[in-house]
């Protein structure tokens, strides 16, 4: 079973940079894919970004195209999530995500959730 943990988050003035990590285990390299949602409040949880774990392919929201950047670790079987330019409505709960299997790297096709990190933006 896969288990994820996020860290990095925090607050940051508008404009600043994040980086987000999550730390996987039991997490190996016939793992599917791998993803950030976030979720701010009253609103629904969206992805941010995926990565296909074999070939480094991403997608990004295109709210975040251009500022934000998915990348892994396999080594250290870790997920991070750069975050450039923030603005204030990028602020909201940041979950890692996985998914072993070949299938949909959506909401209802993820099988491992993270806890968490709180991302607050200052203007």
């Known amino acids: 079973e896969v288990q994820l943990v996020e860290s990095g988050g925090g607050s940051v003035q508008a404009g600043g940079s994040l980086r987000l990590s999550c730390a996987a285990s039991?997490?190996?390299?016939?793992?599917?894919?791998m993803a950030w949602f976030r979720q701010a409040p009253g609103k629904e949880r969206e992805r941010v970004a995926r990565i296909l774990v074999r070939s480094g392919n991403t997608v990004y929201a295109d709210s975040v195209k251009g500022r934000f950047t998915i990348s892994q670790d396999n080594a250290k079987n870790t997920l991070y999530l750069q975050m450039n330019s923030l603005k204030p409505e990028d602020a909201a709960m940041y979950y890692c995500?996985?998914?072993?299997?070949?299938?949909?790297?959506?909401?209802?096709?993820?099988?491992?959730w993270g806890k968490g990190t709180l991302v607050t933006i200052s203007s």
């Open positions: 039991g997490y190996t390299v016939s793992s599917y894919c």
């Open positions: 995500a996985a998914r072993s299997r070949i299938g949909l790297c959506n909401e209802d096709g993820i099988e491992y």
